[in-house]
């Protein structure tokens, strides 16, 4: 077999250099969408947990509609209570009840005049305050509404 001059040269796959300028541009890249995605993340589990406060907070006000009074505790909404629920249609939530992104359990008060609730999650830390995904995500609610 003869080879041609010209084209005796096959190309068998990349340079060093080549695959250094690839590596540097996917780091290049990484660098500017990594941190937006990151951010991103925490304000859909922001998100998140004001969904599911807000469906929570309406099936309370449902519970009220029909017993006369606020549950004791937010299970009330999946069961029964023993007590004092003359008039409940439930159960009000048809999944178990939800945590919050952070695997938390929201945090449910009645006030001590039975006139309003507070619906809560502790964000990431799941302690009070805090800023940025740490902090506080609900509020007070209040039947003149």
């Not at 041609?4 to 080549?18: A, C, D, K, V, Y």
């Not at 807000?54 to 029909?66: F, H, I, N, W």
């Not at 009074?69 to 629920?85: C, H, I, N, T």
Request: charged content about 25%.
């Amino acid at each position: 077999m003869k080879r041609l001059q010209g084209h005796s040269r096959i190309r068998r796959g990349f340079t060093l250099i080549e695959l250094v300028v690839v590596i540097l541009i996917l780091a290049i890249l990484a660098a500017l969408v990594v941190p937006r995605v990151v951010t991103r993340t925490g304000d859909a589990k922001r998100a998140k947990a004001a969904s599911d406060i807000s469906t929570l907070r309406a099936q309370v006000q449902l519970y009220k509609t029909d017993t006369g009074s606020f549950p004791e505790s937010l299970q009330d909404l999946r069961v029964r209570p023993s007590e004092g629920a003359d008039g409940w249609h439930g159960p009000y939530l048809d999944k178990e009840l939800p945590t919050d992104p952070w695997g938390n359990e929201y945090d449910y008060v009645v006030s001590s005049d039975s006139e309003d609730f507070t619906i809560i999650s502790y964000g990431a830390d799941g302690v009070s305050g805090g800023d940025g995904d740490n902090s506080d995500i609900g509020e007070n609610i209040n039947e003149a509404q």
